[in-house]
């Protein structure tokens, strides 16, 4: 392993030991001649067991030597390795060491099924894959509709349609559908390899269900979700419909390359996981599977010493904040804005905002037209954690009680509102009240002027039972039920109203914040909020109603040109009110575009009372409604 090389030196003659297998990466990576094998331990009696993988037995144990350590790292070349028919794991002392950089686990373990040792031993990687000259989207912020998904829950309900249920393949399968409702971006929850179900052998019962979900007295609950350390150079197998988990993988991001889409991967950071080793992961992740991104998740993070990776420059990173002054420079704009923040602070304000609060006039409208100078903003009214779109406004208080932790697990703090009954309703107030509170909260998310994120099946109103974190639950409260798709048409069409609405006025979605000034002299500002009168927003506390024009001349936008001026008018108080629109330029008028109240509702209050004007019109409680300007001779 080492050689000694006699030299001199100033008379003297020195020994110097030269290292002939370099230990990076750590793991096992395969070269001419072998596979080098590098393992970080701080015990002497530790090594390798190489494995036949198709009987199971052992072929060879290889103890590391003194002589192969730097530091803490132990390093061994070993040869004639059939890496097809190999795997592997590592000892120390006593122990079995499965391999925390593997780069894949052959013996494939069905989902929920505690693993063995055996199970995780690992493998080689060795075919190629054809990429077909793939391409990275490399899509700007303003371009991007994200959508936050589990990858076993997003197809694994029969209704689903797939073939292959709650797998890589599955999601595959559904990329038409993805499109159709305006999806450009797919944010995966842990998709690497991890324990849903606590190593502690095979002599243990397994968790159990009952019909209705809830956990069996006893029982250890399922990780649904995967927020734990894990094996994060591996594809999660059981989230694979073939033996094949990496081609799988690679398939459907090529796929969704194809079309068109990127790929964020969340990875959760656990304190254990040293911050050395988080570049190694993300690079990988890039070079070898071509995804686009990364949501860091985990305290403490150095995310803009990754971000300032040279390799990562392209790749989109998601954390809670950056500072981008620090990342780029204070005076310098990056040519691709990489990183975007990703934090609660939208979450809620805009939630409460929606059940009525007062005083959130002022968060509201900076949330709406808030854009970083050098790094994107996502925002979301529901994400995997908190209430589904249609539990927000259909129950005031959690009802996690399937969990089997007494309804204790969870945030309180959901800032809902059940809309005058908790849980499911006959009466048609309530469903027509939440109807229009669903239209409500996509008009706000998609009115919005940086990037939007909805959680699967928010748009067509899929529930989780008021369970508000179904952490542990493989089963209906938390796969995707598609079968509500029809149930709930009108809500499913109207989101997809807002996505071609959204693309076809570029002012919806600027490259930068809006100045709220006439920067052209054109004779209105980019922004503008008015109130009952125009050009006099009422933004005090009590207020819960303001109208946003916006003019689409300010969007920089090179395949569309559009001058029209939007008109937003918000109403998200149970009065109804008056709202002033501005004069339009000589020739134009306003017309309505659309409305969150129904049809016939809009009619009765604007037609109750007095008439509305050229330039008033009122708007009814709890709604908002969207006016754009068109030529006169076209009303």
Same mark, same amino acid.
Not at 60 to 81: A, L, Q, S, W
Not at 255 to 282: D, R, T, W
Not at 487 to 511: A, G
Not at 610 to 630: D, L
């Given at each position: 392993?080492?050689?000694m ?24 990576? +395969? ?10 331990s ?5 090594g390798?067991?190489l494995?036949?993988s ?34 592997? =794991?590592?000892?120390? /002392?006593?122990?079995l060491?499965p ?6 686990f052959?013996?494939?373990?069905p ?12 493998g ?6 054809d ?11 303003n ?11 997003f ?9 292959h ?13 993805l499109?159709e ?7 995966l929850q842990?998709?690497?390899e ?9 002599? @243990?019962?397994?968790?159990? %269900? ?5 956990? /069996? ?8 979700? !995967? ?16 033996e ?13 390359h194809a ?12 304190? /254990?996981?040293?911050?050395? /080793?988080?570049?190694e ?5 890039? $070079?070898e599977? @071509? ?5 860091? +998740?985990?305290?403490? $993070? ?23 002054d620090r990342? *780029? !420079? ?5 040519? *691709? ?12 304000d ?7 609060d007062?005083? +959130?006039?002022?968060?509201v $409208? ?8 050098k790094?994107?903003?996502?925002? *979301? ?10 539990d927000?406004v ?8 399937p969990?089997? &932790? ?31 509170? %669903?239209?409500?909260?996509?008009? =706000?998310?998609?009115?919005s ?8 099946g ?6 989780q ?30 989101w997809?109203? =807002? ?5 076809? @006025? ?28 125009a ?5 005090d506390?009590?207020?819960? @109603?303001? #109208?946003?024009?916006?003019?689409g ?5 090179? &395949? ?16 109804r ?8 330029p ?22 109750? #009372?007095?008439?509305?004007? &050229? ?10 409604a ?10």
């Amino acid at each position: 392993m080492r050689s000694m090389n006699r030299a001199e030196y100033g008379g003297k003659t020195m020994t110097e030991k030269i290292l002939h297998n370099y230990p990076h990466p750590l793991g096992a990576h +395969m070269e001419d001649g072998g596979v080098c094998f590098s393992f970080v331990s701080r015990s002497a009696a530790c090594g390798i067991l190489l494995y036949d993988s198709r009987t199971g037995k052992l072929r060879e144990k290889i103890p590391f030597t003194e002589d192969e350590r730097i530091g803490h790292v132990y390093c061994k070349m070993v040869t004639n390795i059939d890496p097809a028919s190999t795997t592997y =794991l590592f000892f120390e /002392e006593d122990r079995l060491i499965p391999d925390e950089r593997a780069r894949v686990f052959p013996h494939k373990v069905p989902y929920g099924r505690e693993r063995t040792a055996r199970d995780m031993r690992a493998g080689f990687v060795t075919g190629t894959f054809d990429w077909e000259q793939d391409r990275f989207p490399r899509l700007p912020y303003n371009r991007v509709i994200a959508c936050c998904m589990h990858v076993r829950g997003f197809t694994k309900h029969a209704s689903s349609g797939v073939k292959h249920r709650g797998t890589f393949a599955g999601i595959a399968e559904k990329i038409p559908y993805l499109k159709e409702i305006g999806i450009t971006t797919i944010e995966l929850q842990p998709a690497y390899e991890f324990a849903e179900v606590p190593f502690r052998g095979e002599q @243990h019962d397994q968790p159990r %269900m009952t019909e209705t979900g809830i956990l /069996e007295k006893n029982q250890q609950r399922l990780n649904y979700w !995967g927020y734990r350390k894990g094996y994060y150079f591996v594809p999660k197998s059981s989230y694979a419909a073939s033996e094949d988990t990496v081609t799988e993988f690679k398939e459907l991001v090529r796929s969704l390359h194809a079309n068109g889409m990127e790929i964020i991967m969340q990875f959760y950071f656990p304190e /254990e996981v040293k911050h050395s /080793e988080i570049p190694e992961i993300l690079r990988y992740w890039v $070079l070898e599977y @071509h995804v686009d991104g990364f949501h860091l +998740m985990g305290g403490n $993070l150095p995310a803009e010493l990754l971000a300032a990776d040279e390799l990562l420059a392209d790749t989109k990173i998601w954390y809670y904040n950056f500072d981008t002054d620090r990342l *780029y !420079g204070r005076n310098e704009q990056p040519r *691709y804005p990489h990183v975007a923040e990703y934090n609660d602070a939208w979450y809620y304000d805009m939630r409460k905002f929606l059940k009525g609060d007062g005083g +959130m006039l002022g968060s509201v $409208l900076y949330h709406m037209r808030h854009i970083p100078a050098k790094a994107g903003c996502i925002h *979301y009214l529901t994400n995997y954690y908190g209430f589904t779109l249609a539990d927000l406004v259909s129950y005031d208080y959690k009802h996690n009680e399937p969990n089997g &932790e007494d309804n204790r697990d969870g945030n309180d703090y959901n800032c809902s509102w059940n809309c005058g009954e908790e849980g499911r309703s006959r009466r048609q107030s309530v469903r027509q009240l939440r109807l229009k509170q %669903m239209k409500n909260a996509m008009c =706000l998310l998609m009115l919005s002027q940086s990037t939007p994120l909805i959680f699967m099946g928010d748009e067509f109103g899929n529930s989780q039972k008021g369970n508000n974190n179904p952490y542990c639950q493989d089963n209906a409260v938390a796969w995707l039920d598609w079968s509500q798709r029809k149930k709930n048409e009108e809500i499913y069409n109207f989101w997809k109203m =807002l996505v071609r609405f959204r693309q076809e @006025h570029p002012i919806l979605r600027p490259d930068r914040e809006l100045r709220l000034t006439d920067y052209i002299a054109c004779g209105y500002p980019d922004l503008s909020y008015h109130g009952q009168n125009a050009w006099c927003p009422e933004t005090d506390a009590q207020f819960r @109603h303001i #109208g946003i024009l916006l003019y689409g001349k300010y969007a920089r936008d090179a &395949e569309i040109w559009d001058d029209t001026f939007l008109y937003i008018a918000v109403n998200m108080h149970w009065e109804r009110h008056k709202m002033a629109l501005p004069r339009l330029p000589k020739g134009a008028v306003w017309k309505l575009a659309f409305a969150t109240e129904s049809g016939e509702g809009h009619r009765k209050h604007t037609e109750d #009372g007095e008439p509305e004007t &050229e330039f008033v019109r009122k708007i009814p409680p709890r709604s908002i409604a969207v006016y754009v300007s068109v030529a006169e001779k076209t009303v």
